[in-house]
């Protein structure tokens, strides 16, 4: 079993990044490989709602999933396709994960729905006092569409530090970060044992009529 953990920051070596590598060291010993992909910090675009990774054909270039094939988006959704979980981690901006994490996610979701759906997922964030709440539910509500069972905590998935390093210094978010990682291998060990549930048609009803 392979769990990838996304690292939404433009900064590589971070404090998300430290989040991230508890959580990793957290399931490899529980017998469970990890990767942490880093996003990068060039532009990220945003979905424009064309749906044209809905229609089944490749692009002639031959590529499938978004339209966009210029930034991380495709390349991401080949490894979480090959994954048996994932893990999104951000770092807090006004009181939000950061954009260029989002739009990704939007694409992810939208263009390669099968890569993720019945796949045990969580969300980390990383702030230096206030917020981490407020992101870690915006992290959190895509996951909850895809059928995705959310893996907790003791706490919530949060980390505090500012400068480089500093997360680090956060004995209890540490320990947060190790607990998500046994708590991410006992689920998928279980989960590993169950058929998945015959699901109903979706019946979307729109408000207006």
């Known amino acids: 079993m392979k769990v990838i953990l ?3 920051s433009p900064r590589k070596d971070g404090n998300t990044s430290i989040a991230l590598n508890e959580i990793a060291r957290s399931l490899e010993k529980e017998q469970i490989a990890a990767e942490v992909v880093w996003i990068g910090n060039r532009a990220v ?13 490749p692009y002639p270039d ?12 495709n390349a991401i959704a080949e490894k979480c396709a090959e994954a048996d979980a994932i893990v999104f981690g951000s770092p807090v901006y006004y009181g939000q994960p950061n954009g260029s994490l989002m739009s990704l996610m939007q694409r992810l979701f939208f263009s390669r729905g099968e890569a993720f759906r019945n796949k045990p ?22 996951m909850q569409i895809m059928h995705m069972p959310i893996v907790t905590s003791q706490y919530w998935n949060i980390a505090y530090g500012r400068e480089e390093g500093q997360a680090a210094m956060d004995t209890e978010g540490m320990q947060t970060m190790r607990a998500l990682g046994q708590n991410m291998a006992r689920m998928l060990r279980g989960l590993r044992q169950e058929p998945l549930p015959e699901r109903e048609t979706p019946q979307p009803m729109h408000f207006i009529r």
């Open 62 to 73: 031959g590529h499938t999933g978004c339209v966009f094939n210029d930034d991380v988006c």
């Open 45 to 57: 675009r945003g979905c424009i709602a064309c749906a044209s990774c809905r229609s089944g054909q």
């Open 121 to 142: 997922a969580a969300a980390v964030t990383v702030c230096r006092r206030g917020g981490a709440t407020a992101a870690l539910q915006t992290l959190l509500m895509p």
């Open 6 to 8: 996304i690292n939404g």
